[in-house]
């Protein structure tokens, strides 16, 4: 039976990859990193503008499943804005989540990224919504 949560949930997903949110890339991004999931090809590029402190912008680009493209939109879309620290959390948290699938719930602050809850049924999948964190956190490393 499927509930209205789980509607949706993929009504989220659905969304998220027809109208990306923080899509395309930055003239002058102050950081940026290119990630790619060699199991599946998919492929996503973050830049960043940070300063202050601040992710004052956020830009993804990027092809592959619909999952990893969600995600991206999603992830981007929480961290415009954020100080570093909030964002490293909220990237840190996700990451967290996804691993651990007896984790009862989705942490705090991480938005429209919760909808993403059913792909921790799916291992194979996991990397392909962690694709975007990871590549933001790369971004950081690599200024």
């Known amino acids: 039976m499927i509930s209205e949560d789980d509607d ?7 969304d998220h990859p027809q109208r990306p949110r923080c899509h395309g890339i930055l003239d002058q991004p102050t950081h940026s990193h290119q990630g790619f999931n060699p199991l599946c090809g998919d492929e996503i590029e973050i830049h960043l503008d940070i300063g202050d402190d601040c992710i004052r912008q956020i ?43 007896q984790a009862p719930q989705c942490p705090e602050g991480l938005g429209d990224l919760e909808a993403l809850a059913g792909v921790r049924n799916y291992p194979v999948r996991i990397k392909c919504a962690l694709l975007s964190s990871s590549t933001f956190e790369q971004a950081l490393k690599g200024s």
């Not at 949706?8 to 659905?14: A, E, G, N, P, T």
């Not at 493209?69 to 996700?94: C, N, R, T, V, Y």
Request: aromatic share 8%; net charge positive.
């Open 8 to 14: 949706l949930y993929r009504d989220i997903i659905v």
């Open 59 to 101: 830009r993804f680009q990027g092809s592959g499943c619909s999952i990893s493209q969600a995600a991206a939109s999603m992830l981007s879309e929480q961290l415009q804005g954020k100080s570093l620290p909030e964002a490293q959390k909220i990237a840190h948290d996700f990451r967290t989540w996804m691993m651990d699938r």
